[in-house]
């Protein structure tokens, strides 16, 4: 299956299984997936501590470890139920960016995702091409004295074309949300994400959004500024919506 590019294909090695971009990266290797395989890698989440910058020869790379969170994970911890390989969290979310990408959106490129089964359980990991010179929407807004700074407009038209295709992000917040140096948006970690029949869900995207800067930033999103800023990216949501299904 050929995506703008990306040529997804899967190689089964005894209890491990590989899907991977055949284009980008023929030949994947099972050690490029555990951490310690990279003596220089830099840890780019400091909470679960599972998501690691590498270089790879084709560039620089996100390796990220599935992990849990919450109470389960102090019994689980990486392992997760196995219902089917396509029902694997990291072949799930690397079909859903190959998808995405091929519809022209601005998310993470996959390059390899791995599913080590073991039993009734499996742990898993994906490699993603790294957003260079990015930093988070919140990280941008805590250093905004004015918010209207920021382009809402073109958050809210991202996030409205994005919604119309049929793509849900599980858990956007801002963190979520990237801004390179050339001031292009993206939209990262797509797990759990999903292309569900059209309804109400798109509010409740931007209601996590919306609850993420709250807890984020407190206070400060009831400031005149980030209020007008809001309802910007709620106006330009709308209006993207309709321009991608109108076919603009």
Same mark, same amino acid.
């Given at each position: 299956?050929?995506?703008?590019?990306?040529?997804?294909?899967?190689?089964?090695?005894?209890?491990?299984?590989?899907?991977?971009?055949?284009?980008?990266?023929?030949?994947?290797?099972?050690?490029?997936?555990?951490?310690?395989?990279?003596?220089?890698?830099?840890?780019?989440?400091?909470?679960?501590?599972?998501?690691?910058?590498?270089?790879?020869?084709?560039?620089?790379?996100?390796?990220?470890?599935?992990?849990?969170?919450?109470?389960?994970?102090?019994?689980?911890?990486?392992?997760?139920?196995?219902?089917?390989?396509?029902?694997?969290?990291?072949? @799930?979310?690397? =079909? #859903? *960016?190959?998808?995405?990408? &091929?519809? %022209?959106?601005?998310?993470?490129?996959?390059? !390899?995702?791995? +599913?080590?089964?073991?039993?009734?359980?499996?742990?898993?990991?994906?490699?993603?091409?790294?957003?260079?010179?990015?930093?988070?929407?919140?990280?941008?807004?805590?250093?905004?004295?004015?918010?209207?700074?920021?382009?809402?407009? @073109?958050?809210? =038209? #991202? *996030?409205?074309?994005?919604? &119309?295709? %049929?793509?849900?992000?599980?858990?956007?917040? !801002?963190?979520? +949300?990237?801004?390179?140096?050339?001031?292009?948006?993206?939209?990262?970690?797509?797990?759990?994400?999903?292309?569900?029949?059209?309804?109400?869900?798109?509010?409740?995207?931007?209601?996590?959004?919306?609850?993420?800067?709250?807890?984020?930033?407190?206070?400060?999103?009831?400031?005149?500024? &980030?209020?007008?800023?809001?309802?910007?990216?709620?106006? !330009?949501?709308?209006?993207?919506?309709?321009?991608?299904?109108?076919?603009?």
């Amino acid at each position: 299956m050929i995506e703008q590019g990306i040529a997804a294909q899967m190689v089964v090695e005894g209890d491990r299984i590989v899907i991977h971009d055949g284009l980008r990266v023929p030949s994947p290797r099972m050690e490029w997936f555990d951490a310690d395989h990279w003596p220089r890698r830099e840890l780019l989440d400091r909470g679960r501590g599972a998501t690691f910058g590498v270089r790879l020869e084709i560039g620089e790379a996100v390796l990220r470890r599935y992990r849990r969170g919450g109470l389960v994970a102090r019994l689980l911890a990486d392992r997760y139920v196995w219902t089917g390989i396509e029902r694997a969290r990291p072949v @799930a979310e690397f =079909r #859903l *960016l190959a998808a995405a990408v &091929a519809a %022209g959106l601005p998310v993470p490129r996959p390059l !390899a995702a791995l +599913v080590h089964r073991e039993g009734s359980f499996y742990t898993g990991a994906l490699l993603m091409e790294r957003i260079p010179g990015a930093e988070t929407l919140s990280a941008r807004l805590a250093r905004l004295r004015d918010w209207r700074d920021f382009d809402w407009e @073109a958050l809210g =038209r #991202l *996030l409205g074309r994005t919604h &119309a295709l %049929g793509f849900r992000h599980a858990d956007l917040n !801002a963190h979520n +949300v990237l801004i390179d140096g050339g001031e292009s948006l993206w939209l990262i970690d797509w797990d759990r994400g999903s292309r569900p029949a059209p309804g109400s869900w798109p509010a409740r995207v931007l209601e996590r959004l919306a609850r993420s800067l709250r807890k984020l930033h407190g206070a400060r999103v009831e400031a005149t500024d &980030a209020r007008e800023s809001w309802q910007s990216l709620l106006r !330009a949501h709308e209006r993207g919506s309709a321009m991608e299904v109108a076919g603009g």
